[in-house]
Every structure is written in structure tokens, then in C-alpha cells.
């Protein structure tokens, strides 16, 4: 059975710092995905990860995908307040079975 | 609608009663998914339809909870004999395709917030 966990759980850190959550998957697996929630919000997709060595970026974000590590990496770089939220990976169960499981989430804070 | 449509926003029910929740998906999404959220926890999947029928019921955690979706596009989570720990977000994504192609993103709801007193 698949399992995806996060770490941190929990992350509170400075603006402008860098640093980076990763994301581990038990099972071989090409695909990954990254989501953001907002407190009482909805998922919103923020990455689409769908090969070895896939990296994406977007504004301060950038994710990366190692399969073979079973290992993604979502990189903040000049965290702001605005990026506060918590941040989802999920990972399709197996190929082709379109069944996507969730990690634990990673609660971001950033301070002022 | 743009988005992906869930309603009630809010059910508050009591121990023992009959609850349905309902999903409209992005106009021309085959595929369909159910999940549930408590408090502090990710999304734990449910249910996935493709098209009519439920390509993968694996996550439906016993049979008081049913999902249709007979004309392939709105679908009904159903769930008999609620009980307090069914008390969740129930999440409702949609995607465009499966299949060759597809990139698997889903389109999330707001989520129906179901309270079993």
C-alpha cells in the first residue's frame, strides 16, 4: 500500500529565508503533484511533476521529482506572508490507476 | 459553472440519519473523485468514477457510504446511519480525462463540511 509522508509537519519560519519541504512515497511511482491550501479553503493545484528530474517553478516555488529517490522537494525561496498555507503532495497510487494518494501536508507560517 | 460545484456547504445531521452530498464537475471532466479531509489530515480518497461508472471504490470505508454518478457528469455521495466519526470535509475533484495524455491534475471543490452530532 502506498504511503506518502512530509516533512516537516509543521514549518514557521522568517521572510526572506529559504527552505525547502520534502515529500517521501513508498512505491515506485512517475508521477507527483503539489497543491496549497488556505485555512477553510479548497485544494489548489500548484505543480504537476510527471517524470524523473522534472523540475517546475513558479514565482518563489520550485518543485523537483526524484523517482528513483521516491522524492519530491518543494523549494521556497524569499518566503513572503503571502505563502502562508498548507502545502499538499500526492502521488498516483500506481500507474495507471489514477488514484491519487495525499501526504500528511506541511503547515507553512511565515512571519512577518 | 467554471469551477467545480459542491453542495451543501455545511450539513449538521444527527447519529443514525440518511446524508447526501452533491458534486457538479467542470463541464466535460470525465473523471470524478470523492475524498474526505478531517481536521489537520490530508485527503483520504474515497471513490473515483470515470465517466458512469466507479472505476476504484477502494477508499469507501464501509457500506453505509455509496456514490453515483448516473449520466456521467453530477455525482451523489451517499451515506447511511451517519455516525459522529463520519464528521469531515468531504471533497469533491474533477479531471479532465484519464487515459493516454492526461496529466492527473484534479480540480478541487470547496468541499461539503458534514457535522454528525
Known amino acids: 500500500e502506498l504511503k506518502v509522508e512530509q516533512n516537516p509537519l509543521f514549518l514557521s519560519m522568517q521572510e526572506g529565508k529559504n527552505y525547502t519541504i520534502y515529500c517521501n512515497y513508498s512505491?515506485?511511482?512517475?508521477?507527483l503533484y503539489w497543491y496549497r491550501q488556505d485555512p477553510g479553503k479548497s485544494l489548489e493545484s500548484l505543480f504537476v511533476?510527471?517524470?524523473?528530474?522534472a523540475v517546475k517553478q513558479e514565482g518563489r516555488l520550485m518543485a523537483s521529482l526524484d523517482t528513483k529517490a521516491r522524492l519530491s522537494t518543494l523549494h521556497i525561496t524569499a518566503a513572503v506572508h503571502d505563502l502562508s498555507a498548507t502545502y499538499f503532495c500526492a502521488v498516483e497510487g500506481a500507474s495507471g490507476t489514477y488514484k491519487y494518494i495525499f501526504g500528511t501536508g506541511t503547515r507553512l507560517k511565515v512571519l512577518a | 459553472g467554471a469551477g467545480v460545484s459542491q453542495t451543501p456547504s455545511n450539513k449538521v445531521t444527527e447519529k443514525g440519519k440518511y446524508v447526501e452530498l452533491r458534486c457538479d464537475p467542470i463541464?466535460?471532466?470525465?473523471?470524478l473523485y470523492w475524498y474526505r479531509q478531517s481536521l489537520g489530515q490530508g485527503p483520504e480518497f474515497l471513490i473515483y468514477f470515470q465517466g458512469t461508472g466507479a472505476a476504484d471504490d477502494s477508499g469507501l470505508p464501509n457500506d453505509r457510504f455509496f456514490a453515483v454518478r448516473p449520466e456521467g457528469s453530477v455525482s451523489t455521495l451517499k451515506i447511511q446511519r451517519t455516525e459522529r466519526g463520519d464528521s469531515a470535509v468531504y471533497l469533491c475533484a474533477s479531471s479532465l480525462t484519464t487515459g493516454t495524455g492526461s496529466t492527473g491534475e484534479l480540480f478541487f471543490g470547496e468541499g461539503s463540511r458534514l457535522t454528525v452530532l
Open positions: 512505491t515506485t511511482s512517475d508521477r
Open positions: 463541464s466535460g471532466h470525465t473523471a
Open positions: 511533476l510527471l517524470s524523473n528530474g
